[in-house]
């Protein structure tokens, strides 16, 4: 049985980031039923937006594109191995440093699909971060590719049975290779947030929707937290004035004429919010209230009136 991957990749957009999940509730252990279904899901994904997810939910909760590479992995080396158990889950596994690669083609016996397969799970279990490349008798195949070939590798089982042969013909310049999928959990900083994913192609008051709807699940208000755009997607949480420049600058990006305005509210003279341009109106965005910490408010509900507008963008 053979496994053709041609990968014509094309860009497009990738998924969003998760919202917090207390450590005591994240699951130790997954099977490798559930691991395999999200593998049809990811692959759903690359064929609709030609690149990887940057995160994969399983059992309610939100993996890194690393931490999926290593769930695949195991999968895969127990599916080889005829090996039914539950594969334990590592966390916090982190991006390569530098991913690189070479055009692939040809076929890849059994043996040193296996061989590959388990070079990668050891790797990752032991330096805690996934490989640029991955050897192989066709040359090195660049991580994002790799992850590629272990949801088509599983894909192709039948019956807990893995292919006996694995055929490649992978273009180490395809759009697949060109995004790093990038994840980091609320409160950490071992990735910085890629404001380009997910938030593009924002429009009208839908996209100001949306962006409500990202800001929720992703972000958050803290009294103390970063008061620049930077500083927020560096910790995910900010105060009203970095989640108003962070907010205003993803607007910017996608073409509203916006702006940053200053109110006082009950809690501060100096608040801040965005305003963007619809039409011929200006529409509030309430970038603090929009987070879970006000409610999860809609993004027109304002707790201060506009005394100036801070600066356009």
């Excluded at 100096?270 to 109106?281: C, E, L, M, P, T």
Aim: charged share 25%; proline share 4%; net charge positive.
């Amino acid at each position: 049985m053979l496994i053709a991957i041609a990968c014509v990749f094309l860009i497009s957009i990738s998924a969003s980031y998760a919202s917090d999940v207390d450590l005591d509730t994240r699951p130790t252990k997954l099977s490798q039923d559930d691991i395999s279904d999200a593998a049809v899901s990811v692959d759903k994904y690359i064929t609709k937006n030609r690149k990887l997810p940057n995160f994969v939910t399983i059992s309610d909760y939100n993996f890194s594109m690393p931490e999926y590479m290593y769930l695949l992995a195991r999968t895969v080396e127990n599916k080889y191995e005829k090996d039914n158990s539950q594969i334990i889950v590592k966390y916090n596994v982190r991006n390569p440093s530098r991913p690189t690669g070479d055009n692939i083609k040809g076929k890849i016996s059994v043996v040193d699909c296996q061989d590959y397969v388990s070079r990668v799970a050891n790797f990752i279990s032991n330096e805690g971060h996934a490989p640029n490349y991955v050897r192989t008798p066709l040359g090195n195949m660049q991580y994002q590719q790799a992850i590629y070939s272990f949801i088509k590798i599983l894909g192709e089982t039948k019956d807990d049975t893995p292919p006996k042969s694995l055929s490649l013909n992978f273009n180490k310049n395809n759009q697949i290779n060109k995004h790093i999928p990038r994840f980091s959990r609320p409160g950490t900083s071992t990735e910085s947030i890629d404001v380009d994913i997910k938030l593009n192609n924002l429009s009208g008051t839908d996209g100001l929707l949306k962006l409500q709807r990202y800001m929720n699940r992703n972000l958050n208000h803290r009294s103390g937290g970063s008061h620049t755009a930077a500083g927020v997607e560096r910790t995910r949480t900010g105060d009203c004035w970095g989640l108003a420049e962070w907010a205003a600058k993803q607007l910017k990006a996608n073409g509203y004429d916006v702006r940053i305005v200053q109110g006082r509210s009950s809690a501060a003279s100096n608040h801040r919010w965005v305003q963007a341009k619809i039409g011929d109106s200006w529409v509030n965005f309430e970038s603090s209230l929009v987070t879970k910490r006000y409610g999860s408010k809609h993004y027109t509900t304002t707790c201060a009136k506009v005394s100036r507008i801070v600066k356009y963008l």
